[in-house]
């Protein structure tokens, strides 16, 4: 019998799979972990790999194979593997009766075309984009619960939607005005494989933007804000940091607002959201106030009219942008507190 509490980790070479590894070795909820790479090079812990997680607790090593966790007693798989990878093996764990939770982009869409256009890759897996649930657990919580999959959202993507939604479901958000989203992240966000722009010469002192009008995440923020795409610019730069993502949003509001009003629509909105911390109306978060947490921060600035509204929004791109949403939606999957394991 399958137990949901006895946990796959399916790709955790990566930054985001050993934050992943990290924070299911001391959840007081799962049961069991075991975690599968391509090559274990005859490493049969992935302490051995990792020495930062001895004595964590037990954490098998083994060689990827659908075979050994579909004969497992696992019930819960994490992907923490590349786009084309999950498209082709969530499929089949999920006719094996496994809950799936994917941290790559392959199933956050539910059209096969915004995927191909977006990613430049086949969707083999077009049968079960219906079925994802979009993991930000803020506004989906009662669907991740019953889910058989989910999408984890994207690092940048999570740190403009939380701060945007509100303003769109509230119709404050002045229309054809442009919304202006000014992203930078930490370099564990680009990726653990090797290149060349993120060798350290190249990052450390520098500063830059990337991926202008063709980011992956745009077509996340576009759906789940319910804004148009000409009306959303989305920039993406490169910090010379190893994680965090500070996201600093330009919009022009419809109708004049106060600090009060403003700062009362983020609390209210995000009254029982622990992981969304909000900000008194004119102090703004860093990036070393969400550094190694799961927790996001909104802060906001309103001009002396009440017409203009910059909001700072601060994540960790390894934490609430990806490993630490995962076990959000695995904790409401289980039935459990949200935040568990993660405070």
Not at 30 to 39: A, D, H, K, P, W
Not at 110 to 125: A, I, K
Not at 193 to 214: C, K
């Amino acid at each position: 019998m399958r137990d949901p509490r006895n946990i796959a980790v399916l790709g955790v070479s990566g930054y985001t799979g050993f934050e992943l590894a990290t924070l299911l070795l001391h959840h007081p909820a799962v049961t069991q972990s075991t975690f599968y790479m391509r090559e274990t090079n005859g490493h049969q812990c992935l302490s051995e790999l990792f020495p930062q997680l001895r004595a964590r607790g037990e954490a098998p090593l083994r060689p990827l194979s659908l075979e050994a966790i579909t004969a497992s007693a696992a019930g819960t798989a994490f992907l923490a593997t590349p786009h084309e990878v999950s498209a082709e093996l969530a499929p089949r764990l999920l006719d094996a009766g496994l809950r799936v939770i994917d941290l790559s982009g392959a199933f956050r869409f539910s059209t096969p075309d915004t995927f191909t256009s977006w990613y430049s890759l086949p969707v083999p897996h077009a049968a079960r984009l219906g079925e994802a649930v979009y993991g930000l657990p803020e506004l989906y919580a009662d669907q991740i619960r019953g889910a058989k999959l989910v999408a984890n959202p994207g690092c940048y993507a999570t740190s403009v939607i939380l701060p945007l939604r509100p303003l769109a479901e509230a119709d404050l958000i002045a229309p054809l005005q442009n919304v202006i989203c000014d992203c930078k992240s930490g370099a564990t966000g680009a990726g653990k494989d090797p290149r060349r722009d993120l060798h350290f010469a190249e990052v450390d002192e520098n500063f830059r933007a990337y991926n202008l009008f063709s980011h992956r995440h745009t077509p996340e923020i576009l759906e789940h804000t319910g804004l148009p795409e000409s009306q959303v610019v989305f920039t993406t730069h490169l910090l010379p940091v190893a994680r965090g993502i500070l996201s600093t949003i330009y919009v022009s509001l419809a109708s004049k607002q106060t600090p009060e009003s403003i700062e009362q629509l983020y609390r209210q909105y995000y009254a029982a959201k622990r992981m969304v911390r909000i900000w008194p109306a004119g102090n703004l978060p860093e990036l070393q106030h969400v550094a190694n947490t799961n927790f996001s921060d909104i802060g906001f600035a309103l001009d002396a009219q009440g017409r203009r509204l910059v909001l700072v929004s601060c994540l960790d791109n390894l934490g609430k942008g990806a490993a630490g949403q995962a076990i959000q939606n695995l904790n409401l999957m289980l039935g459990i507190e949200e935040h568990t394991g993660l405070l």
